[in-house]
Structures are given as C-alpha cells and as structure tokens.
C-alpha cells in the first residue's frame, strides 16, 4: 500500500514541477519584452522568485527524493529504460539549474537573452518530458 501512495506522490511532484518548468520560461519571454525598471518588469520579478521558491524547487526535490527511493526500492536501479529516464531527468534537472540563474539575471536586471531565445528554451523541458514519459510507460529497452 504504502508503494501506491508514494508513486502517487512522486506523480503529483513531477506534474508540479514540469508545470512550472513550462511556465517559468514563458514568464521570462514576457519579461525580456518588458522594459527594465518598470513596473511590469518587477511584477515579473516577483512572479519568478515565487514559482522558483514556491513550486519549482520544492517539487523537484520530492520528485528526485522519491523517485530515488522507487528506483532503488522497486527496481534495484536495473533496466535500461530506468538509466535513460534518470539520464533526461539529470538533464532536466540541468535546465532548472539554467533557469535560477536566468532568475537572478532578472532579478538583478542583468539579462542579455532574447523573447526568442526564451521561446526555443521554454520547449527543452516539454521534449524531455516526452522522452521520460516514453521512457516509463513503454520500457522500449
């Protein structure tokens, strides 16, 4: 029993997460368009800090803190499909790692990227999400 509870909790941490991880860069596409000092550009700064510390962070650490715990409780860290998926995983977790920095570019009115930049950057999460998904639920190797 206890197993179906912390999947189910593994699952809800890794929708939160990717939900902000989806979001973030969107936020950042608006803010690179707003212009610094004003007062969308500091509501924007606002909004990142809180979804980073709010839901982003706390959700990635439950999601590596229990899936850790299945993959070593569950599957003993074997199968092929297990080490693909904690491969895009490090990678996704890479990405958030980019995206604190480019949070505190903005909060400290430092950023040089483009809207476009944020825009090709907002679809590395959803396509390594994809890749995870696949990964877990067709076991292809």
């Known amino acids: 029993m206890a197993y179906e509870w ?55 650490i439950v999601t590596w803190v229990l899936g850790l715990y299945l993959a070593w409780s569950v599957f003993a860290f074997k199968g092929g499909w297990l080490h693909g998926k904690l491969l895009l995983v490090f990678l996704l977790s890479g990405i958030h790692g980019y995206l604190v920095g480019r949070v505190r570019d903005f909060a400290n009115d430092r950023n040089t990227k483009s809207p476009r930049f944020y825009r090709i950057l907002n679809e590395v999460p959803a396509v390594l999400m994809v890749g995870i998904v696949i990964l877990v639920i067709v076991k292809p190797f």
């Not at 902000?20 to 950042?28: A, I, N, Q, T």
Request: charged share 15%; aromatic share 8%; glycine share 6%.
């Open 6 to 60: 912390i999947k189910a909790a593994h699952v809800i941490a890794v929708i939160a997460w990717m939900a902000g991880m989806l979001y973030l860069p969107r936020l950042m596409v608006y803010h690179a368009e707003a212009q610094t000092g004003s007062i969308q550009s500091e509501t924007f700064k606002v909004m990142e800090r809180r979804l980073l510390k709010g839901i982003i962070n706390p959700a990635m």
